[in-house]
């Protein structure tokens, strides 16, 4: 069994644009595709875990969100893309309850039996509290970035109880950080 590092996509992965629906507004964060490289290289699956409410509300379907998904994949270069991407279509308001809407771990439970991952070993990585609450949830530590809705995140997060293990400015700080803690532990 291997580590991942369990991706959130906007705000994370891509710049933050409320209910993507169309690919022109689709930009890849800078950095991100180095960051992924790094993570491969040190042995980690790479997972995307997202919440996509707007297939609930009418904005679009799944069908898009998977155009979605490949056309980030393309576009992450020497990364190669994810490994994987597990989609939460679901909104309480819309759908009821499910149990793959971070904070829940269904999304990560799901990999970690498809591909066989170490939760043990694996970090989530998002810009808000439901994936640090998902980090904890499914067992595996956390990381904070402040792009997307990190920084307000960050905010909110003070004196609850409820801090990740890292807090960075990027996905390519938290890496860097991910890493070392991992060598840290050999």
């Known amino acids: 069994m291997r580590p991942a590092v369990f991706l959130d996509r906007d705000g994370t992965l891509i710049r933050e644009t409320d209910y993507l629906s169309d690919l022109a507004d689709l930009e890849v964060l800078p950095g ?18 997202t919440n996509q409410s707007g297939v609930a509300r009418g904005y679009f379907d799944l069908g898009f969100v998977e155009r979605v998904h490949r056309e980030i994949d393309r576009r992450l270069g020497a990364a190669g893309g994810l490994d994987a991407w597990y989609v939460c279509p679901h909104h309480p308001e819309f759908t009821g309850p499910c149990g793959c809407r971070k904070p829940a771990p269904g999304l990560v439970l799901r ?76």
């Open 32 to 49: 991100v595709d180095r960051a992924l490289v790094r993570l491969r290289r040190a042995g980690f699956a790479l997972v995307g875990v």
């Open 111 to 186: 990999a970690v039996r498809d591909l066989g991952i170490d939760l043990a070993r694996s970090w989530m990585v998002g810009d808000k509290a439901s994936d640090v609450e998902l980090g904890r949830r499914a067992g595996c530590r956390s990381a904070l970035v402040r792009t997307g809705y990190g920084r307000e995140t960050e905010a909110s997060l003070v004196g609850t109880g409820s801090r990740p293990e890292v807090v960075a400015d990027d996905l390519s700080a938290a890496v860097e950080a991910i890493l070392n803690r991992t060598e840290d532990a050999r």
